[in-house]
């Protein structure tokens, strides 16, 4: 990589299944939270306070 260029990282989430999860402390695992919010077409979006922009 040249370190005089300026880079931009994009990562792509995508649902496994159509539940919501939650972190349960007492036995430090995640737990079925109940169903999950509709799935919503992709988007980009670069942060104002990145340095590409």
């Known amino acids: 990589m040249?370190?005089?260029a300026t880079?931009?990282?994009m990562v792509d989430f995508i649902?496994?299944?159509d539940k919501r999860?939650?972190?349960a402390f007492y036995s430090s695992s995640w737990v079925?939270?109940?169903k999950a919010d509709p799935h919503c077409p992709g988007r980009f979006h670069v942060h104002p306070?990145?340095?590409q922009t």
């Open 2 to 4: 040249d370190p005089t």
């Open 15 to 17: 649902p496994l299944d």
């Open 32 to 34: 079925v939270a109940g």
């Open 7 to 9: 880079y931009l990282l």
């Open 49 to 51: 306070d990145s340095p």
């Open 21 to 23: 999860y939650r972190y």
